[in-house]
T-cell receptor, first 113, second 112 residues
Framework: GAGVSQSPSNKVTEKGKDVELRCDPI?????LYWYRQSLGQGLEFLIY????????KSGLPSDRFSAERTGGSVSTLTIQRTQQEDSAVYLC???????????FGDGTRLSIL | GNSVTQMEGPVTLSEEAFLTINCTYT??????LFWYVQYPGEGLQLLLK?????DKGSNKGFEATYRKETTSFHLEKGSVQVSDSAVYFC???????????FGAGTRLFVKA
């Protein structure tokens, strides 16, 4: 498609379960970003990929969070043993190069019961 | 560290009113500055940007000028419409960096 695609759009799961969130960036975009938007808050940077590598993982909130990107395209954000405080909208963005404007997906709304 | 502070919302205006949403930043060097907009039920979209001091970004009737002396990037529009109702985020990115720092967002309601 023309834009950044994220799936699922909504995810409801029980505390303690693992979840996987998927991001399909715009074709040809080398840079990919994950953010978290909690209710009433701004965007919290989680991780950035340049190609398949992640030079900076410092934004990941805990070791329960991990992300990978394969083939320089699709990225998956995994949250293990989910907690209620993980409930948020997880946004993915991509840009053609690191210094270019980011294009955002519609996000995945994650609710932990 | 770098940070962005923008005025708290919600901001409620009548149609055709003048809009200002204040944004100030703290950063080393010469960051690039952005305004993003999130319409109801939609994802974030880049509204405008400015990459150096005194640059003016503009789009869809919105404007913001990069003021280094006051470390500000206030968003303005001369006459708002109901369709401008959205959440507006001010953001900065370090020179040569990749991490974009966002403000908390300001929700705008425009009444007919």
């Amino acid at each position: 498609g023309a834009g950044v695609s994220q799936s699922p759009s909504n995810k409801v799961t029980e505390k303690g379960k693992d979840v996987e969130l998927r991001c399909d960036p715009i074709s040809g975009h080398t840079a990919l970003y994950w953010y978290r938007q909690s209710l009433g808050q701004g965007l919290e940077f989680l991780i950035y990929f340049q190609g398949n590598s992640a030079p900076d993982k410092s934004g990941l909130p805990s070791d329960r969070f991990s992300a990978e990107r394969t083939g320089g395209s699709v990225s998956t954000l995994t949250i293990q043993r989910t907690q209620q405080e993980d409930s948020a909208v997880y946004l993915c963005a991509s840009s053609s190069e690191v210094n270019q404007p980011q294009h955002f997906g519609d996000g995945t709304r994650l609710s932990i019961l | 560290g770098n940070s962005v502070t923008q005025m708290e919302g919600p901001v409620t205006l009548s149609e055709e009113a003048f809009l200002t949403i204040n944004c100030t930043y703290t950063a080393t060097g010469y960051p690039s500055l952005f305004w993003y907009v999130q319409y109801p039920g939609e994802g974030l979209q880049l509204l405008l940007k400015a990459t150096k001091a005194d640059d003016k970004g503009s789009n869809k009737g919105f404007e913001a000028t990069y003021r280094k002396e006051t470390t500000s990037f206030h968003l303005e529009k001369g006459s708002v419409q109901v369709s401008d109702s959205a959440v507006y985020f001010c953001a900065l990115r370090d020179t040569g960096g990749f991490k974009t720092i966002f403000g908390a967002g300001t929700r705008l309601f425009v009444k007919a």
